[in-house]
C-alpha cells in the first residue's frame, strides 16, 4: 500500500443479540469493562488497520459515537497517526430505487445488506468482523497483512477460516459454515451445519443444511465466523447481485441477503476469488447467554498471560 494508506475494518454491530437478551456488543467482560469489540480494535490497530467503521442501527447511534468518543479519542496507529472512525446505519428501507417492502417486515437484511452500508465511506481494502467474537491478533495481523498486499486490485477477496474444534460452545450447539477449497485456498464453497457439538465420544457432529443429516465432521476443518477480506470493487458487485435478491425475496417476512452469498456468487460468475487462509487463533464469543462466565475468565486469563494491558485503553 501506498503511504498512509491502510486497510480498514468494518465492524458489523447492528444486530440486537435475540438469543442473549439484549445489546451484547456494549456488555463489558474484560477485566476493566472492556467490550469484545475494543479487543478487535486493539488488535486491529496493532495489525496495522486505519480506520475503523461501525455499522449500527439509528436508535443506538448516538450511544456508539459517545462510547468511541470516550475510549478511543486518543488512540493513535504505529505510525503515530490518529485512528479514524466512521458511522454508518442499516435500516430495513435502505433498499434501491424501484423495489417495495413487505409492510409486516421488521429486520433489515441481513449481513451482506449491512455491508453495502459502508460503500460511501471505504475506499481501499478493507475486512469485516461481526462486533460480537473475539478473533485473536494472529487473525488480524494474517489479515491485515494480506490487505497490505492489494491496493489497486480488483476482485480479490479472502476468508479467514478458523478451525472448528477453536469455535464450539461449551454451552450448546452451534451454526458453522464449513469452507472447502482447492490446492491453491481458492474458496469453493461454504456449506452451512447446525447444532455442531463435541459429543462424549469425542466426536464433532453437525446437521447438514444440505443433506438434512447429522454428519461427523473433522475437527480441524476451517470454518467462517464471518471474517473477511475484499477490495472495495466488491461494493458495485455486492449491490447488483442485491438488486437481483430483491427481484426475488422483496416481499419476504424473513429472508436475508448474506455476505457467504454475495461471495459465492462473484466466485462462480468469474468476477473475482477469495483466498482461504488459515489462523490458529481461538474464536469466543456470547452465543447463549450460558458462554458470558466463560468469555469472562478467558478475556482474564490473556490479560494475566500478558497478551492484552489492563485496562486496554488509558
Same mark, same amino acid.
Given at each position: @500500500? $501506498?503511504?498512509? @494508506?491502510?486497510?480498514?475494518?468494518?465492524?458489523?454491530?447492528?444486530?440486537?443479540?435475540?438469543? +442473549?437478551?439484549?445489546?451484547?456488543?456494549?456488555?463489558?467482560?474484560?477485566?476493566?469493562?472492556?467490550?469484545?469489540?475494543?479487543?478487535?480494535?486493539?488488535?486491529?490497530?496493532?495489525?496495522?488497520?486505519?480506520?475503523?467503521?461501525?455499522?449500527?442501527?439509528?436508535?443506538?447511534?448516538?450511544?456508539?459515537?459517545?462510547?468511541?468518543?470516550?475510549? +478511543?479519542?486518543?488512540?493513535?496507529?504505529?505510525?503515530?497517526?490518529?485512528?479514524?472512525?466512521?458511522?454508518?446505519?442499516?435500516?430495513?428501507?435502505?433498499?434501491?430505487?424501484?423495489?417495495?417492502?413487505?409492510?409486516?417486515?421488521?429486520?433489515?437484511?441481513? $449481513?451482506?445488506?449491512?455491508?453495502?452500508?459502508?460503500?460511501?465511506?471505504?475506499?481501499?481494502?478493507?475486512?469485516?468482523?461481526?462486533?460480537?467474537?473475539?478473533?485473536?491478533?494472529?487473525?488480524?495481523?494474517?489479515?491485515? *497483512?494480506?490487505?497490505?498486499?492489494?491496493?489497486?486490485?480488483?476482485?480479490?477477496?479472502?476468508?479467514?477460516?478458523?478451525?472448528?474444534?477453536?469455535?464450539?460452545?461449551?454451552?450448546?450447539?452451534?451454526?458453522?459454515?464449513?469452507?472447502?477449497?482447492?490446492?491453491? *485456498?481458492?474458496?469453493? *464453497?461454504?456449506?452451512?451445519?447446525?447444532?455442531?457439538?463435541?459429543? *462424549?465420544?469425542?466426536?464433532?457432529?453437525?446437521?447438514?443444511?444440505? $443433506?438434512?443429516?447429522?454428519?461427523?465432521?473433522?475437527?480441524?476443518?476451517?470454518?467462517?465466523?464471518? @471474517?473477511?477480506?475484499?477490495?472495495?470493487?466488491?461494493?458495485?458487485?455486492?449491490?447488483?447481485?442485491?438488486?437481483?435478491?430483491?427481484?426475488?425475496?422483496?416481499?419476504?417476512?424473513?429472508?436475508?441477503?448474506?455476505?457467504? +452469498?454475495?461471495?459465492?456468487?462473484?466466485?462462480?460468475?468469474?468476477?473475482?476469488?477469495?483466498?482461504?487462509?488459515? $489462523?490458529?487463533?481461538?474464536?469466543?464469543?456470547?452465543?447463549?447467554?450460558?458462554?458470558?462466565?466463560?468469555?469472562?475468565?478467558?478475556?482474564?486469563?490473556?490479560?494475566?498471560?500478558?497478551?492484552?494491558?489492563?485496562?486496554? +485503553?488509558?
Amino acid at each position: @500500500m $501506498t503511504k498512509n @494508506m491502510k486497510p480498514s475494518l468494518v465492524v458489523l454491530a447492528a444486530g440486537m443479540g435475540s438469543r +442473549y437478551g439484549g445489546l451484547k456488543q456494549m456488555d463489558g467482560l474484560g477485566p476493566n469493562g472492556e467490550t469484545i469489540i475494543d479487543y478487535s480494535i486493539y488488535d486491529a490497530v496493532h495489525a496495522g488497520f486505519g480506520k475503523v467503521v461501525y455499522i449500527v442501527r439509528e436508535h443506538f447511534l448516538d450511544q456508539f459515537k459517545e462510547l468511541v468518543a470516550q475510549k +478511543y479519542g486518543d488512540v493513535r496507529c504505529p505510525d503515530g497517526s490518529p485512528l479514524e472512525f466512521r458511522f454508518v446505519t442499516q435500516e430495513l428501507d435502505k433498499i434501491p430505487e424501484g423495489f417495495s417492502i413487505n409492510p409486516e417486515r421488521v429486520k433489515p437484511w441481513g $449481513t451482506a445488506h449491512a455491508l453495502l452500508m459502508a460503500a460511501d465511506v471505504v475506499n481501499e481494502p478493507f475486512a469485516v468482523i461481526n462486533g460480537d467474537d473475539f478473533y485473536g491478533r494472529d487473525s488480524f495481523r494474517i489479515l491485515a *497483512d494480506w490487505l497490505s498486499k492489494r491496493e489497486g486490485s480488483i476482485g480479490e477477496y479472502c476468508i479467514v477460516g478458523f478451525k472448528l474444534e477453536n469455535t464450539l460452545s461449551e454451552s450448546g450447539g452451534v451454526s458453522r459454515g464449513i469452507c472447502s477449497y482447492d490446492s491453491d *485456498d481458492n474458496l469453493l *464453497d461454504v456449506v452451512e451445519y447446525h447444532n455442531i457439538a463435541r459429543g *462424549d465420544d469425542g466426536l464433532v457432529r453437525g446437521d447438514s443444511s444440505i $443433506t438434512g443429516q447429522n454428519e461427523v465432521l473433522q475437527a480441524d476443518n476451517l470454518c467462517s465466523m464471518n @471474517m473477511w477480506g475484499f477490495t472495495p470493487d466488491y461494493f458495485q458487485k455486492s449491490a447488483e447481485l442485491f438488486k437481483v435478491f430483491l427481484g426475488s425475496y422483496a416481499n419476504e417476512l424473513k429472508k436475508e441477503y448474506y455476505i457467504p +452469498y454475495a461471495v459465492d456468487s462473484i466466485i462462480k460468475s468469474g468476477q473475482g476469488k477469495c483466498t482461504v487462509l488459515s $489462523t490458529a487463533s481461538r474464536w469466543f464469543g456470547v452465543t447463549f447467554k450460558e458462554d458470558r462466565p466463560g468469555v469472562v475468565a478467558k478475556l482474564e486469563q490473556l490479560v494475566n498471560d500478558g497478551i492484552y494491558p489492563s485496562p486496554l +485503553y488509558e
